[in-house]
């Protein structure tokens, strides 16, 4: 059956033009065939709104003209900006400082991950009854390239990793093993801190402006998923369900 958003037919050969912009997403084609149905959602709507568009370009800048009249996301106020700053203490220090290693799990499409599971669960408390075994166990199991030198990873900063791995390695204190498993994008990984310097709190007056950034970039990207949704739920889409909420055109 072929994909059809209000009459427009996407062709295989559309799909095959979009798919490049994809190639990091975990369903490359899916993620395709979807920027290019809320594409045509899109210029559906700006059609019906009086934007008119012939070429490319100007179907581009449509889009952008219906988005800027149709999301109008909230400015934060003081006090959330405040509230914030004061729920994130951890994101607003200078200076903290750790030294860490790692043995990775890695995780791809054809990895059976309860069996990734169990296997990274044993090492790892084969680590916490045994300390001095994490080098070796690196360097036996590790699927990253830092394995060869026992995991190490160096000094890290803050901002440096994602942060899933950030919040456990500069939870843990120094010499010390995270006693679970911390499971990332990239995989499932035994963490280690060696030594761990603290840094200083930033004082709200100096990050007010950048936590009102954050915060307005939240609320507009919330806004126009909610705005796409409701595209979404009322469009003529034949030939393919979009579960997703708008992320193929806002990433």
Known sequence: MSITVYGVEITDNDVERELPYHEAAANPVQAAIEALVLRQVLLHASRATGLTADTASEEDAAI???????????KPTEDECRRYYDNHP???????????????????????????????????????EDPTSFDQCARDFSNCPSGEIGGNLGQLNRGQTVPEFERAVFALAA?????????????????????????????????????????????????TRQYLELLVGQADIQGVEIHGTGSALLQ
């Not at 952008?64 to 909230?74: C, D, H």
């Not at 200076?95 to 790892?124: M, N, Y």
């Not at 801190?193 to 990207?221: C, R």
């Open 64 to 74: 952008e003209r219906l988005l800027a009249q149709e999301v109008i996301a909230p």
């Open 90 to 128: 951890e994101r607003f220090r200078s200076g903290d400082l750790v030294e860490a290693s790692h043995i990775l799990f890695q995780i791809t499409d054809s990895t059976p991950l309860d069996a990734l599971r169990t296997k990274a669960q044993d090492i790892l408390l084969r680590v916490l």
């Open 175 to 223: 010499g010390s093993i995270a006693p679970h498993l911390v499971e990332t994008r990239f995989g499932l990984h035994i963490v280690r801190v060696e030594h761990k310097v603290e840094g200083a709190q930033l004082p709200f007056n100096m990050v007010q402006d950048s936590i009102a950034h954050f915060l307005a970039d939240y609320a507009e990207t919330k806004a």
